[in-house]
């Protein structure tokens, strides 16, 4: 089973920068899709993909981070890394690293961004 630990985060300001990483434990390949996704304060807005990254270095991010986060990943160590960037308020969620490999999704426990304005 795979295992996602992710790290980075915490409180960050109105147009500061934050960066995450998360590792992924317990698989000796490369995973097909590494990424992001984030789940604001409000619980009824669903969670969100926020960034992936394909084991081929293609990109998916979501209009609202265009501009403003990058993503990206070291194949040798399962390692995928969110810069977050010009931060806003709106950015404030939980965040989860996500993965997926031969149709399994896989998931982290989450870490906390706060940013202040």
């Known amino acids: 089973q795979v295992q996602l630990v992710e790290s980075g985060g915490g409180l960050g300001k109105t147009g500061g920068s934050l960066r995450l990483s998360c590792i992924a434990f317990?698989?000796?390949?490369?995973?097909?899709?590494m990424g992001w996704y984030r789940q604001y304060p409000a619980p009824e807005k669903p969670r969100e993909s926020v960034?992936?990254?394909?084991?081929?270095?293609?990109?998916n991010l979501a209009d609202s981070v265009k501009g403003r986060f990058s993503i990206s990943r070291d194949n040798a160590t399962n390692t995928v890394y969110l810069q977050m960037d010009r931060l806003r308020p709106e950015d404030t969620a939980v965040y989860y690293c996500?993965?997926?490999?031969?149709?399994?999704?896989?998931w982290g426990q989450g870490t906390q961004v706060i940013v202040s304005s």
């Open positions: 317990r698989t000796a390949v490369s995973l097909d899709t």
């Open positions: 996500y993965a997926r490999h031969l149709r399994v999704d896989y």
């Open positions: 960034a992936t990254i394909t084991r081929d270095g293609g990109t």
